[in-house]
């Protein structure tokens, strides 16, 4: 079967900089791609081109038979997008923001109402969803965040750091929300300073540094090859402890 | 674009920004709270103001001898009381005692149209008057502004001697007219003094034995003849339209923030550039919430206005009718439009919120605070006020207030700030198109506005409408300049600078294809027929049919054939050909049906004939002239996309004014196609015309289509 997520030699300058330089992947149906690197490394900016918000300067993304370029409105119907600074409406609530997304990506009423509820009752929303997201607490927004990434079905999510400034709680039961997704068949692919989550959730792992993925594989490999016995220690080895851009 | 989707973000974004305080604070409760305060606040401030200066005595000084007879008509009433512990300088007394001091000769500005000496009413009514400097005018200064007293009399020494004698005396009021109590002695001493004068006159008159009246002549009367609606308008017309203008803007104030900056600050924005919708829906949702945002705030003042003037206030000095509410209501629409679309335009730029603040305060200032020339007695909507954004709305508010606008004015005023606001919009949309500065990045000015050479391409819409607004105000405020050099040097300027000039610039300057852009095609055999037959009629059309739906006032209709016949200097008919047929066919012809419609063009055929037809006609800033000219821009529009040959339209146009003109110039010749002295051309020759203009059209129809490529 095709990968549901298809990215080749992606580009992209910010000025003279090239944030991302020639990034190519792709991640599969019932996949979780985990993209590790330090900060500046153009994680961010490799994951929004794949959402379709930053057009790349150079290369293509193909979600599922969509081209991300000719069709962007076709293609970010098939994915979710989430980030860990994301936020949502603080004048509506968790409710009112589903339904609004929902119109937006086009959904009957009837069905927006019935994944709502579904999705208020599975991520355990229920004593928030009626309150303005701006007197969330931050688990509390992120799993709205995550119903809203979740709510039109996609086979593909991207995920940007979705476990960033939660506490340890709200963070594993994101972790399992992911893992959920996988396991019902989704693409996910994710970018994470957690390596713990990234050991736990990952089929495959790309190391992403100066803008290029440096290495990719299973975790075993991965660690095989550096000859390390766990990811940090990997990640460091490749990395190396001066690799910050900033 | 999708309506839907549009519709979805604009009532999302209109939920939000309703649930906010600030914003509602700004929009409702500030202007249901300000009007109410402000006027009966201030009428009351005046009215007692007013009653306490009438109450108050009058505390003068009598300098000089004054006959008992004239203390007594002074004080009689007992308004005025005259303060006999306010002495001259003793220098003054002496001279005003000995007769050392006389009445100073008047300064320039009295010999040029002042009183004189001499005359009976010589008074010093305007404070302007300047005495030269002199020791009684200097005591006075320091007697009345160090409020010893409200204002000092003086009477010369030859007061005494005149009474006396049947000769003239002459007094001076020295008052000071910033201080309202010293005006309101002023004006009770003038009055006490006419009295004195009347009965001196005719106690004269009587003792020579002389009619009463005699010596007085004529009685001038003085009566204002503004009704009162014009009277209290032109006090509304004063402050009201600045306050209704930045009052509105401010509604939009905090939504085209919170919408953008704040979107991108709460991490928002990014929420919404994932989801299935394109910039320009984004944009245009939010684009009407923040509009609609500014309307409730316009309403909520023009309503608070209106309760307040007719319900609330005690005085019925002020008066507002319905209409003239809503009037000012409907005009305030464009001027929202375009502020809308400049408010968020600019905010999309700011990293967030305090961010947007800094960046709206400067725009919001630079783009209301002109409106305040409105406060300005005097400036009024004019030929050249018509085109200034924002002020043009103020003063058409102001001149409806006195119900004095007129309808080109009216016209102008709101293509313009259609015309602004429509250029805004697309600033606007460009902006939001932008994933750069939607994710808090930074964007080069250069590439923003599109000035990137294009090379072989041609103009896009957004592109040939800018183009379009950027030459009606260049055009405009151009002839306007060049007036005073004469008809036929303004057209020629006009023409060739202001309109081919550009077209050939842009064209030029962005690298746009030549051959394709301006049509610079050989004419089909065909698409020429037409265009003569086309051109040789549409004018008996016009004249014929078209300004019956709209007749032009006499004035215009006059000014027009000056201008045909190039301000009536005696010319030969080849040179009215150049200047009114020949090149405003050229220059127009490749601006509109060149650049315009070659911009217009992927908007398919009927829109872009449609749109390019409007802006031609709205291009001749005469709300009279806009069928006639909107039916002329069809048909040419129509002949140069068919064709694909600008020369079909500039024959077509340059033989529809050239025949024109000629008729004017030539009044045997119209007399005997029946387009003599009367003010339509006659049913027989207008269907004439018809006839010739269906076969034109007919040709052009069958005509094969231009390569449109």
Partial sequence: MA???????????????????????????????????????????????????????????????????????????????????????????????????????????????????????????GEFADRPCGTLSSGQKQRAN???????????????EPTVALDVISGQFIVESIRGQRDAGRAVLFSTHVMSEAEYLCDRILLLHRGRVIDEGVLGDLLARSGCGNLTDAFLLRVGREGHRE | MRSAVVLEIFRKELTETLRDRRTLTMMIALPVLLYPLLMIGFSKL???????????????????????????????????????????????????????????????????????????????????????????????????????????LVLWPD???AIADAGVGSVSIYFDSVREDSLEAQSRLERSLDAYRDRLVAERERALGLKPGFARGLDVWATNVAAEARQSGQLLGLFLPFLLVTMSLLGGFYPAID???????????????????????????KYFAVWVTSLIAALANIVSLGVTVMRILPVSSISLSLPTLALAFAMLLPVTLFITAVFLAVAAFAKDFKDGQNFLTPVYMLLAMPAGVTMLRGIELNAWTAFVPVVNIALLIKALLISEA??????????????????????????????????????????????????????????????????????????????????????????????????????????????????????????????????????????????????PPESLVRALEQLLLLDGAPAPLWLVWLVI??????????????????????????????????????????????????????????????????????????????????????????????????????????????????????????????ENG
Wanted: proline fraction near 6%; include cysteine; aromatic fraction near 6%.
């Fill in chain 1, 146 to 160: 995550i119903a809203r990434a979740f709510l039109h079905e996609p086979g593909l999510l991207i995920l940007d």
């Fill in chain 2, 259 to 285: 919408l953008t900056a704040g979107e991108k600050e709460r991490g928002t924005m990014q929420t919404l550039l994932c989801a299935p919708v394109s910039p320009v829906e984004i944009v245009t949702g």
């Fill in chain 2, 46 to 152: 005046q009215v007692s103001q007013r009653e306490a200066t009438e109450e108050r005595t009058s505390r003068i000084a009598l300098w000089g001898a004054a006959p008992a007879a004239l203390r007594e008509a002074l004080t009689r009433g007992g308004r005025v009381v005259i303060d006999d512990a306010s002495p001259p300088p003793e220098a003054v007394r002496r001279g005003l005692a000995r007769g050392t001091l006389t009445r100073p000769a008047a300064g320039p500005r009295d010999a040029a149209g002042g009183s004189r000496p001499g005359e009976p009413a010589a008074r010093e009514r305007d404070a302007d008057s300047r005495e030269p400097d002199h020791p009684v005018l200097d005591a006075a200064r320091a007697a009345v502004t160090q409020r010893r007293v409200d204002a000092v």
């Fill in chain 2, 159 to 161: 007061v005494g001697p």
């Fill in chain 2, 406 to 551: 007129a309808p080109d004015l009216i016209f102008l005023a709101l293509l313009s700030s259609t015309a602004y606001a429509a250029m805004a919009v697309m600033l606007a949309a460009r902006v939001f198109g932008r994933e750069q500065v939607m994710l808090g990045g930074r964007e080069s000015l250069r590439s923003l506005l599109g000035f990137e050479r294009r090379k072989g391409e041609e103009p896009t819409p957004a592109f040939a409408l800018t183009a379009f607004g950027l030459v009606l105000v260049l055009t405009f405020y151009g002839s306007l300049l060049l007036k005073s050099a004469g008809t036929i040097a303004t057209l020629l300027v006009t023409e060739y600078g202001f309109f081919l000039g550009p077209t050939l610039l842009l064209v030029a300057g962005f690298g746009f294809a030549w051959k394709r852009t301006l049509a610079l095609r050989r004419p089909p055999l065909p698409g020429l027929v037409a265009a003569v037959l086309i051109g040789s009629s549409a004018w008996a059309v016009a004249a014929g049919l078209l300004i019956r739906v709209l007749p």
């Fill in chain 1, 3 to 125: 990968p549901t997520l298809v990215a080749e030699g992606l580009v992209k300058r910010f000025g003279p900089v090239a944030a991302v330089d020639g990034v190519s992947l792709t991640v599969s149906a019932g996949e979780v791609v985990g993209l590790l690197g330090p900060n500046g490394a153009g994680k961010t900016t490799t994951l929004r081109m794949l959402a379709g918000i930053l057009t790349p300067d150079a290369g293509r993304v193909r979600v599922g038979d969509v081209d991300i370029h000719d069709r962007p409105l076709d293609a970010k119907r098939r994915l979710g997008f989430l980030s860990g600074d994301t936020q949502l409406y603080q004048r509506l609530t968790t409710r009112e923001v589903l339904r609004y997304f929902g119109r937006l990506y086009g959904m009957a009423e009837a069905v927006i109402d019935a994944r709502s509820s579904r999705l208020v009752e599975e991520l355990e929303m």
């Fill in chain 2, 581 to 706: 047929a020949i090149t405003p066919a050229l220059c127009e012809e490749m601006f509109f049906r060149g650049f315009v419609l070659s911009g217009l063009r992927r908007l398919g055929l009927w829109p872009a004939v449609l749109v390019c037809a409007l802006l031609f006609g709205l291009a001749h800033s005469s709300v009279y002239r806009l069928l006639p000219t909107f039916v002329i821009g069809l048909l040419l529009s129509w002949l140069v996309w068919k064709t694909g040959s600008i020369w079909t339209g500039v024959v077509a146009h340059a033989l529809n004014n050239g025949i024109a003109a000629t008729l004017v110039y030539d009044k045997t010749l119209a007399a005997a196609v029946g387009a003599g002295s009367q003010a339509y051309l006659g049913w027989k020759p207008t269907l004439v015309a018809v006839v010739v203009l269906a076969a034109g059209l007919v040709i052009l129809r069958l005509a094969p289509p231009a």
